[in-house]
C-alpha cells in the first residue's frame, strides 16, 4: 500500500520560512518522480515543484527563486525548502508521486499571515 505522509505545515509570518517533508512508503521511491502542488481556499490544485529520480527539477514562476525542492533517497523522503513566505502561498500543499500510477497524499496546512 502506497502511502505519502507530509509534515512541517503551519503557520508562519510573511517573510518567514518553512520545510516540508514528505515521507514515502510502498513505492521504490528512487525510481518515482515526486513533486508537490498546492490548493489554495476556492482555487484549483496547481503545480508547484518536481523532481525526478536523477535530480532534474522544475519550478513554477511564482515560488522560483524562493522554493526548493530536494529529495533524500535513503530516506525516501522528498522536502519543499520555502523561505520569503508570502500571503498567497496559503494552501494545502500535496505530496505526488509518480510511479506507474499516481499517488498522492493527505496534505499539511500552510498559512501565511502576520
Not at 515560488?63 to 530516506?75: E, H, L, M, P, Q
Request: proline share 4%; hydrophobic share 35%.
Amino acid at each position: 500500500q502506497v502511502q505519502l505522509v507530509e509534515s512541517g505545515g503551519g503557520l508562519v509570518q510573511p517573510g518567514g520560512s518553512l520545510r516540508l517533508s514528505c515521507a514515502a512508503s510502498g513505492i521504490i521511491f528512487s525510481t518515482s518522480t515526486m513533486g508537490w502542488y498546492r490548493q489554495a481556499p476556492g482555487k484549483v490544485r496547481e503545480f508547484v515543484a518536481r523532481i525526478s529520480p536523477g535530480g532534474n527539477i522544475v519550478i513554477v514562476n511564482s515560488v522560483k527563486g524562493r522554493f526548493t525542492i530536494s529529495r533524500d533517497n535513503a530516506k525516501n523522503t522528498v522536502f519543499l525548502q520555502m523561505s520569503s513566505l508570502k500571503p498567497e502561498d496559503t494552501a494545502v500543499y500535496y505530496c505526488n508521486a509518480l510511479t506507474t500510477s499516481e499517488h498522492w497524499g493527505q496534505g499539511t496546512q500552510v498559512t501565511v499571515s502576520s
